[in-house]
């Protein structure tokens, strides 16, 4: 299992390397003068732009650029800002909080309805609950995030009037009160394909020789499902999640915006708007990063759930 962790982690580095050179190449293939940017558009003196260039290390050429910009995010110093001159450590700060909170409780609420969801939808196969279930997946799917918002700002004002959607938080109860209904709108995706996968990998699992063996056996209805059904069924679900939770921070944008949550999602935006490619480049780097190490854990866990994986 050692050697299987260190693949991974070495793979992640690698992947994360050449993620940032192809960061760093396309950001700059954009037309836009980063020094009219710093400028507003302003007319100045020669001695202005060159002191400009020279502050954000412009005048120096593309591949000192690179190892300036890496050395600074191996010390956690993202740069400074074209469109704010400011330092990037201090605008995407307070946003990493929402967008990670915004993304990370969408997965567990996703987890938490999916997998059962999936189960019972196998138990009960080709049943009216069954079916139900297959529907109400398939509205789930077919709905964009920011559709399922508004239906949720919706209903929830006629139940409960003084629900604060927008506003700042000042503890965490607050900050996860104000986070909940957008989480919910942003997991519906995910819900509805992880609670497919679940359902016809457990169907699998149910229909597999071993299951038979322990029903004979006198084995619990219970416990093969639990024990040993769930265990199975739960690999390719992980997969999807893994890959659903980098496109969950994509359709953070709308869910953001919709509830006016200051998160990464539209910052990012706001960034390539105003070509500020110092915060686009840092903003995407560090997605990239959060979707590998997702995707290195979730590794990491199905092989540790089925040893199969790792021995291949």
């Known amino acids: 299992m050692g050697k299987f962790i260190l693949k991974r982690i070495g793979q992640l580095i690698l992947s994360l390397f050449i993620a940032s050179i192809l960061v760093f190449i396309f950001v700059r293939l954009s037309d836009t003068d980063p020094v009219a940017v710093i400028l507003g558009g302003k007319q100045t003196s ?5 002191a400009i260039k020279e502050k954000f290390n412009l005048d120096k050429p593309l591949f000192q650029q690179y190892l300036l910009w890496i ?3 191996f010390h956690g110093d993202l740069g400074l800002s074209f469109k704010y001159q400011t330092s990037i450590n201090e605008l995407i700060g307070p946003r990493i909080l929402t967008t990670l909170g915004l993304v990370s409780a969408s997965s567990v609420i996703a987890l938490v309805i999916a997998i059962p969801l999936g189960i019972f939808c196998a138990v009960k196969k080709h049943t009216l609950w069954d079916r139900a279930g297959s529907i109400f997946s398939l509205i789930l799917a ?3 995030s920011f559709f399922v918002s508004i239906l949720l700002i919706l209903l929830i004002s006629a139940v409960a ?14 900050y996860c009160q104000r986070l909940f209904v957008p989480s919910l709108a942003l997991a519906c995706t995910m819900i509805a394909l992880a609670s497919r996968v679940m359902r016809s990998s457990m169907i699998d699992q149910i229909n597999a020789p071993y299951t038979m063996t322990a029903v004979a056996k006198g084995v619990p209805q219970s416990r093969i499902l639990f024990k040993h059904n769930m265990k199975n069924a739960v690999i390719p679900v992980i997969a999807i999640v893994s890959i659903q939770i980098g496109s969950m921070v994509v359709g953070a944008v709308l869910v953001e915006n919709v509830f006016s ?11 390539i708007t105003s070509s500020d490619y110092a915060v686009v480049q840092d903003i995407t780097i560090m997605l990239v990063f959060l979707f590998l190490v997702i995707s290195t854990l979730a590794d990491i866990i199905y092989a540790a759930i089925d040893p199969r994986i790792r021995l291949k």
């Not at 020669?46 to 060159?50: D, G, V």
């Not at 003084?162 to 000042?170: D, N, R, S, V």
């Not at 990464?264 to 706001?270: E, T």
């Open 261 to 271: 949550l200051s998160g990464l999602g539209s910052f990012l935006v706001d960034s």
């Open 71 to 73: 050395d600074g995010l």
């Open 46 to 50: 020669q001695e202005t732009i060159q």
């Open 161 to 174: 009037p003084t629900y604060p959607f927008t506003g700042t938080y000042a503890n965490f109860a607050e």
């Open 142 to 144: 077919g709905c964009p």
